[in-house]
Each structure stands twice: as C-alpha cells, then as structure tokens.
C-alpha cells in the first residue's frame, strides 16, 4: 500500500513528489544568478552574479568539454567557439580598447551559458529537473508580475536598489499597452521577461508528459505563458503563439506521418506566394506583422534595409561597438533584431558561426527518432518546439545581458540529444537511480528530481500495487 500512496502522491504533487534525479547544483546556482539582477562594479568591469558565477566556471569547463570529457566534441560545439573567437577579432579591429572588457562580459555571458549546459544538462532526468524548476521559478516570479503589471513599480528590483554598495538593472518605463504597465520582473527589459516565460510552454507541456499529470502540465504551460504575456512583448507572445501552433500541429495530425513535410511545404509555399505578391522580402512581411503597431513594423522595415546596408558595407569584420549608419530621424541605435545585430556587429563570419551552428543542431535533433522512447521522443519535441519559436522571434527582438546568457543556456541544454542512444533511456531499470549527470561530488537541489515513468515503469507500478492491495 505504500508504493500505491507514493505512486498517489506523485499525481497530487507533480512539482516535488516521485523524487529521483536531482539538478546539479551548478545549474541551478546558475538559474538562480539569470532571475538575481544584482550588479557590482570590480575594476573597469560591470558585473553582475551571473558574470561573477560564469567568470569562475567558464575555463575548466571549456577545457573539460574540448578534451571531450562531456562526450565527443561537436562541429556545433567547435562553431560556438569560432564564433566568440571572431567576435573578438572584430572586437579588436573596430574598438581594441574595449575588447577586454566585452569578452570579459558579454563573451562570457555568451559562452559560459552554453558550457554550463553542456557540462550539467546532458541526461532526461536532468532536461526534465531543469524543466521543473524554470516553471516553479515563473511560479514564484508571477505575484510580483501581477503587482508590477497593476502598478508599474517593480518591487523586486526596486529592493535591490536601495540596498548599498550594489546596483541593478534600471527601471524602465515602457509606455502602456492594453492599459497595463509592462512587466520587466528581473530582467533588463520586458522583452526579456517574456522570452524567459515563454521558454517554460513547450518545456512544460511536452516535455513533463508522462512525468506530471495532464491537469497540472495545462495549468502550468497557461501559467507560464499568462505570466509571459504581462511582458506585452510582441516577441514573447510570437515565441508562445508559435509554440501552440507547432503543439496543436502535432496534436490534429499525430497519425500522419510526413507530417512535418507537410507543414513545412505549406510554409514554403506561404514564402512564395508573399515573395509573389508583396513589394517588400517574406522576411520584412513577417517582421512587420511580428509587432503591436504599425509605427513599429515601419520601423523594423527601416532598420532591417539600413542594416543590411551595414553589414554589406562591412562584411568581413562587422562595425563592433561603432554606431551603425542609419536615417538622420532614428535618434536611437536600438536594433530590434538578433541576427541583424550579430552580422552588423561582428560581420559575415561572426554571424555564420553562430547561425549555422544553431540550425545544425536544431536539425540533427529534430532528425532524431525516438519514437521507441517516450519520454525522449518528448524532451526532443519540446526543445524543438521551443527553438523554432525562438529562432523567429529572434528576428524581431534583440537579447543581451542574462537573457542572451539564458537563451544559448537552454540552446546547449538540449545537445546531448544529437548523441543519446535511440532507445538507451526506454530500458532502465526504475528500481536503480539513473547515473548522476556529473560526478556525485557535484551534488544537487533537493527539490529538482524529476521522475522518469516509462511505459516499464508503468506495467510493474501497477503490478506492485495490484500486488499490495
């Protein structure tokens, strides 16, 4: 009767019961530096708890990942280094007397994010605990959204400020939408509070299918995606959108097949067709809708047709720091475009680093089959989901500080996916914990075990309780 209690328990309480993997505590100090916007002055540096954590981590565990101690070094792994190692070549051509301190922030943000993955993500029982704690960390940040939406004073930061001796992210005050303030939470902008919520929708309810009830996987992915619109961020609320779309695509035609052939000859022929029809690129049409108002899709035309014109004017090494060329009217330097802003700023190369790098990975996973595998068929699904999301709303926000961090974070999260055994996870023995993800001395969050039930797992779960009855 106790297994059947215990097996009970894990339905009432999907946030903490069925405990059996824990997050390595390394990535979860880091979780927790991304949403602590405490920044402090060392020298000519600006840092922030995620920089200071990053700084500290950041070599040993490059040296550990290219000497193949987290499994074989990947072509996107070696793309991630070549595209820091460009930037600061590009750094060094247009602004060599700041490379120091942009490689000792920005680079490390960049980079740091992605070796923690790497090194502490690459199990489902670890995917699945980090899933966890991104939607109970959206949880315990969305009474202070709701205040900070109603309000417009954004408590947590504002703390923070009046303690001494520390700084944190400034207080924007972005003009209202649908009558309400835009949530900033943490971050630097409410762009980047939605992008962060907005992560936690497919992770949620795909990735935790047949580890959290059904009831609880709707209430939280609602959660997380209601919390994520207070941001009132057109590009949070496309990622979301996006990733609905892609959840409700796979849900209708789950018995065919070549289902994804089909939505993508859709999409290609939707390219045509507005390639056909319009005056303006499919990409410029897709941007101008991406937004809340006409004035901003206008300007996104504007700054997209005047950074191209940068980045053709500056191929090899970009403009770096320097203020791109654009309309006597545009006061502000503000791009509102990831790629646009890797290709204007570290050139051709720097962007193609990073960009065939990413949808390398993002392909060779989804080419993965894991249809024997569950609960691995559901991870990949889930990262997919959530990076095709991004990967358009990138080209309508643009991200720095702990959210540039976050995204290439969960970005190498995910790659242990690429090299995993289809069918290595489906025949584990439930009685034994599975191998820890890093050695044991790493040790973990007590409250970040995630439960791995396969369909093995079910079958004698439910032998051992007709057993107990």
């Avoid at 600006?46 to 290219?66: E, I």
């Avoid at 000859?265 to 056909?276: E, K, Q, R, T, Y």
């Avoid at 068929?377 to 889930?382: E, N």
């Amino acid at each position: 009767m106790a297994i059947a209690e215990n097996l009970a328990g894990a339905r009432k309480l999907p946030l903490t019961a069925g405990l059996q993997t824990r997050l390595p505590w390394q990535a979860l100090v880091y979780l927790l530096c991304v949403v602590t916007p405490i920044w402090f002055n060392l020298g000519p540096l600006k840092l922030s708890v995620l920089r200071l954590f990053l700084l500290v981590m950041v070599l040993p565990l490059t040296f550990q990942l290219l000497s193949g101690r987290f499994g074989r070094v990947l072509v996107t792994d070696i793309l991630m280094f070549l595209h820091i190692m460009w930037a600061t070549v590009a750094l060094a051509v247009n602004n060599p007397e700041q490379v120091v301190t942009q490689i000792g922030s920005v680079g490390v943000e960049f980079i740091g994010g992605y070796v923690v993955a790497r090194a502490y993500v690459r199990t489902p029982e670890a995917f699945l605990a980090l899933c966890r704690w991104i939607v109970l960390i959206i949880m315990c940040l969305t009474p202070f959204a709701v205040y900070e939406t109603l309000t417009g004073h954004p408590p947590l930061i504002q703390m923070i400020r009046a303690l001494p001796g520390i700084d944190s992210v400034t207080i924007g005050h972005q003009e209202k939408r649908l009558n309400l303030h835009r949530v900033q939470a943490t971050f630097a902008h409410p762009i980047h509070f939605g992008l962060f919520c907005s992560v936690s929708v497919a992770l949620t309810f795909v990735a935790l299918k047949d580890v959290m009830s059904t009831p609880a996987r709707w209430f939280l992915a609602l959660l997380s995606g209601a919390t994520g619109f207070l941001a009132l961020s057109s590009g949070a609320l496309l990622a979301i959108a996006l990733q609905v779309a892609l959840i409700a695509w796979a849900t209708v035609f789950d018995r065919i097949r070549w289902r994804w052939w089909l939505l993508l000859g859709l999409f290609a022929l939707a390219w045509v067709v507005i390639d056909i029809l319009s005056n303006r690129t499919p990409l410029q049409v897709f941007m101008s809708y991406a937004t809340f108002s006409a004035h901003n899709a206008y300007w996104r035309s504007i700054i997209f047709e005047w950074g191209m014109k940068s980045v053709w004017a500056h191929p090899v090494y970009g403009i770096g720091l320097n203020e791109w060329e654009r309309p006597h009217f545009m006061h502000s330097g503000s791009m509102d475009n990831f790629w646009l802003v890797m290709a204007v700023r570290y050139g051709i190369p720097g962007f193609l680093f990073l960009a065939v790098g990413y949808a390398l990975a993002v392909f060779r996973i989804m080419r993965r089959n894991f249809d024997d595998d569950p609960i691995l068929s559901h991870i990949r699904r889930a990262w997919v989901f959530t990076f095709l999301g991004l990967s358009f709303t990138l080209f309508t926000v643009h991200v720095w500080a702990t959210i540039y961090s976050f995204v290439f974070f969960m970005f190498g999260a995910g790659i242990w996916l690429i090299t995993i055994p289809a069918g290595a996870h489906k025949d584990a023995d439930p009685d034994e914990s599975p191998r820890d993800p890093v050695p044991r001395e790493g040790g973990g969050s007590r409250f970040s075990r995630s439960p791995i039930i396969t369909p093995a797992y079910r079958a004698r779960s439910a032998q051992t309780v007709t057993d107990t009855e």
